[in-house]
């Protein structure tokens, strides 16, 4: 076959020639972003471009932590991938010294890490070492969340499943919301409310033989679109799952590297979890998580359970993540995350004074909420709205997405190199399509 007889396409197909192509291999229902899908082809910094070369303002992925193509990570990578790069079973010293930096930046006794590849096969092996040490079965997450894809993960994907879990010996309780507060209580009544749900699932799993193992939340529910958390509610969490010898695992695969403003969620809550999961920013987009725990968690698993990763924490991967980790205290970035977010949040703050539909805006560091509603005193949520302020955003080539039970928060989590000026371009890009959707049809 010569290169002229290449049968799969043309390279040079239109953004239509590629859905087509898409579909027939992935399948209808592959998910894409926006009514017309970008095609993208390069990276640098803050910035997207398209294949006709436009320039877009990337607001929305988490995983690019430290700017896309950063050169610091790009070398570390080449470098190491024209070296060596080998299954995880030989003995290198970039492993160790990745692994060291990293678990230098948690509080004892968090001093030890299992590499995965994925934030689902972090998650899947928190929930196994947490039934290990336990003996006991149940896990306790939210009802509106998402931990992975693997299928003991997928049984607590409550985003997907009517806020029920998916799979068995999982339970899920009201996640912490302060904006649609249960039975509109407040202050303790509504920490405590929540709290009760708690101790339901724990008494649940008890009587039903299943035992209780441990609970499995992200602090600062980035799925649940970032709740405002009555105060006191993630530590009564950890005083019931010590009370009844459970494990807590905080999922940081998205609140972790410098996200919050702290450099790890836990921090910025002011609660400390048993075992910690790590992934999607680690490798600024090459595929590397884990886990963090203590010598006696990891030590008692390992002695029972031979668990080996082909590619987990391989030279390159170990090469990129410790590049990445570097830049983002060289570049004082998690300060960044804390300082261009206070100014975003004031930013947005403003805008909600001049726009009815903002109902609510939250969130740590460079992890913002932007609830719309219908009207605020009804607080009822305007998803066709956020859907069309998304797309708008993007025609005016500034990329944000939505999120939250109602997909009516305007999700803002860019990397965390954005700068107040690119904070700036955001704010004045809402407004402008806030203020023509107000013209358009007056849905404001
Ligand atoms: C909080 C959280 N945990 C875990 C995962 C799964 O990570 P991965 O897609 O790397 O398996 C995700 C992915 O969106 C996530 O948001």
């Not at 896309?68 to 030989?90: E, F, K």
């Not at 997405?401 to 190199?417: A, C, Q, T, Y």
Request: charged letters at 20%; glycine letters at 10%; aromatic letters at 8%.
């Amino acid at each position: 076959m010569s290169d002229t007889d290449f049968p799969y396409g043309n390279p040079a197909d239109s953004d239509a020639g590629l859905l087509i192509r898409r579909e027939k291999l992935l399948g209808k229902n592959a998910p894409l972003f926006y009514e017309q899908p970008l095609h993208l082809v390069r990276g640098e910094g803050v910035h997207l471009y398209d294949a006709d070369g436009q320039q877009y303002l990337d607001v929305y992925n988490n995983v690019a932590n430290v700017g896309h193509c950063h050169p610091r990570v790009v070398q570390a990578l080449s470098t190491q991938a024209a070296t060596l790069n080998i299954h995880t079973r030989y003995l290198h010293e970039t492993i160790l010294e990745y692994g060291e930096n990293l678990t230098k930046t948690f509080a004892d006794p968090l001093s030890m890490v299992m590499f995965t590849c994925t934030g689902s096969e972090a998650n899947d092996l928190a929930m196994r070492m947490a039934r290990h040490t336990t003996g006991a079965k149940g896990i306790i997450c939210t009802n509106e969340t998402y931990h992975g894809n693997t299928a003991a993960v997928d049984a607590l994907a409550t985003l997907f499943g009517g806020g029920q879990p998916r799979g068995e010996n999982v339970k899920s309780v009201p996640f912490p919301d302060g904006y649609r507060p249960q039975d509109n209580l407040h202050g303790r009544a509504l920490c405590d409310a929540y709290l009760r749900a708690i101790d339901q699932a724990i008494a649940e799993f008890e009587e039903e033989g299943v035992g209780f193992a441990g609970v499995l939340m992200c602090p600062i529910f980035a799925n649940e679109a970032v709740p405002s958390v009555p105060a006191g509610y993630l530590s009564g969490v950890a005083d019931r799952v010590r009370a009844n010898n459970g494990l807590l695992i905080f999922d940081e695969v998205q609140s972790g590297f410098g996200r919050t403003g702290s450099m790890w969620g836990y921090e910025f809550v002011g609660v400390q979890p048993d075992i910690v999961t790590l992934g999607k920013p680690m490798g600024n987009g090459h595929p590397i998580a884990g886990v963090v725990a203590s010598p006696e968690l990891v030590n008692s698993f390992r002695a029972d359970v031979m668990y080996f990763n082909t590619f987990a924490g391989n030279p390159v991967s170990c090469a990129v993540a410790k590049a990445v980790l570097e830049v983002v205290h060289e570049e004082k970035l998690v300060q960044n995350a804390e300082d261009v977010g206070h100014y975003l949040r004031a930013g947005l703050c403003d805008l909600q004074q001049h726009y009815d539909a903002i109902g609510d805006v939250r969130g740590p560091g460079l992890f913002i909420g932007v609830e719309l509603v219908r009207d605020r005193i009804s607080k009822a949520p305007a998803p066709e709205l956020a859907a069309r302020v998304i797309n708008k955003m993007k025609a005016k080539h500034v990329l944000i997405s939505k999120i939250g039970p109602f997909d009516n928060v305007l999700k803002i989590r860019p990397p965390i190199v954005f700068s107040k000026e690119n904070a700036d371009q955001l704010l004045e890009t809402l407004d402008l399509v806030l203020k023509e959707l107000a013209l358009e049809d007056g849905v404001l």
